[in-house]
């Protein structure tokens, strides 16, 4: 029988075993052959499929969105509107992130900084201590 066992493509993605299961049990992966004795063999479409997910998640896709794009992705062209509004959503909810960082930076430098000009207490814990 051809393919790869996981533990061998566990090593090769860089991803867990228990997480190449995973992903088959949700149904990122289709149902993975299997040899003689029930052990995955993992062909070059499964590995390739493994590169996408994980190329999906590094731009912060969740597996529902990655799950989406995957189904998405066995019509490219029709498919382009479709994932076009996913990745702009995505932009969307980074911009709000990268906002609630920057206030959050503010904030602690605010605390920081009280800490820094302070001989009693601690500015930091009395800050957390306040209500929003």
Do not use: W
């Given at each position: 029988?051809?393919?790869?066992?996981?533990?061998?493509?566990?090593?090769?993605?860089?991803?867990?075993?228990?997480?190449?299961?995973?992903?088959?049990?949700?149904?990122?992966?289709?149902?993975?052959a299997r040899d003689?004795?029930?052990?995955?063999?993992?062909?070059?479409?499964?590995?390739s499929r493994l590169?996408?997910?994980?190329?999906?998640?590094?731009?912060?896709?969740?597996?529902?969105?990655?799950?989406?794009?995957?189904?998405?992705?066995?019509?490219?062209?029709?498919?382009?509107?479709?994932?076009?509004?996913?990745?702009?959503?995505?932009?969307?909810?980074?911009?709000?992130?990268?906002?609630?960082?920057?206030?959050?930076?503010?904030?602690?430098?605010?605390?920081?900084?009280?800490?820094?000009?302070?001989?009693?207490?601690?500015?930091?814990?009395?800050?957390?201590?306040?209500?929003?």
């Amino acid at each position: 029988m051809f393919g790869t066992p996981i533990g061998e493509t566990a090593k090769m993605t860089g991803l867990s075993v228990d997480t190449l299961r995973y992903y088959e049990k949700i149904g990122l992966l289709p149902r993975v052959a299997r040899d003689s004795g029930g052990r995955r063999r993992y062909d070059q479409a499964d590995v390739s499929r493994l590169h996408f997910i994980q190329r999906a998640q590094r731009c912060d896709f969740s597996l529902d969105e990655i799950r989406q794009l995957l189904e998405l992705r066995s019509c490219r062209d029709e498919a382009r509107p479709a994932v076009a509004r996913l990745t702009a959503h995505k932009l969307d909810d980074i911009q709000r992130r990268l906002t609630d960082l920057e206030q959050l930076q503010r904030e602690l430098r605010q605390l920081h900084e009280l800490c820094q000009g302070s001989n009693q207490g601690c500015p930091i814990l009395e800050g957390l201590e306040q209500p929003d």
